[in-house]
């Protein structure tokens, strides 16, 4: 089981490289048969569900959620996959419009790397769970981070209008619009 689960992640990561990238459908699918195996035998290999996650996640999103959470549970990950596994669950509640879902994993990711685009989506999922003081501060964050996008701008813009500030909101609406037809970012 161990040379399996090693022989999977190493067509993983195989796959990934730009010098293997006309065999990287051949090495994902490798990648899938060996990691599964191990699944399927009953290791609570938080790697393996790692891989999985990061195998499904455009084709089948509700399983590369299963597989992401399962890795969590497992614990002992790195901070990198962890974060990976936190990005499947938190963008597949996003495109579920379940933002309250989404707010824990988002939360998780903040804590482990510092994306402006991440504070960003917390932000507008807080907004978006009714929470406009948890989002201006989440989308400040994103704009100490990024300070010339204007999806960040955009955001503030928008709570700060769900907040009542008619000034700011319109000051940051202005600058985003600004940003995008001057092409900052």
């Not at 590369?64 to 669950?89: E, H, I, W």
């Not at 988002?106 to 989506?121: A, N, Q, S, T, Y």
């Not at 201006?136 to 500030?165: C, K, N, S, V």
Request: a positive charge; one cysteine or more.
């Amino acid at each position: 089981m161990d040379q399996q689960r090693n022989l999977g992640l190493a067509y993983l990561e195989a796959s990934r490289t730009a010098t293997n990238s006309a065999y990287a459908l051949t090495f994902r699918s490798r990648a899938r048969e060996n990691l599964l195996a191990v699944l399927a035998a009953g290791l609570n290999d938080g790697m393996a569900a790692a891989g999985c996650a990061e195998l499904y996640w455009v084709e089948e999103p509700l399983r590369a959620r299963k597989y992401a959470q399962q890795a969590l549970d497992a614990q002992g990950l790195p901070a990198n996959v962890r974060t990976a596994c936190l990005m499947v669950l938190a963008y597949g509640h996003v495109q579920d419009r379940d933002f309250p879902a989404a707010i824990g994993p988002l939360e998780g990711m903040v804590r482990l790397r510092r994306f402006g685009d991440d504070w960003r989506l917390l932000g507008m999922s807080y907004l978006r769970a009714n929470e406009p003081q948890k989002a201006l501060a989440a989308l400040q964050q994103a704009q100490a981070i990024r300070p010339f996008r204007p999806t960040i701008h955009a955001g503030l813009a928008e709570t700060y209008r769900e907040l009542g500030d008619a000034r700011r909101a319109d000051d940051h609406l202005e600058r985003s619009r600004w940003l995008q037809s001057h092409r900052q970012d």
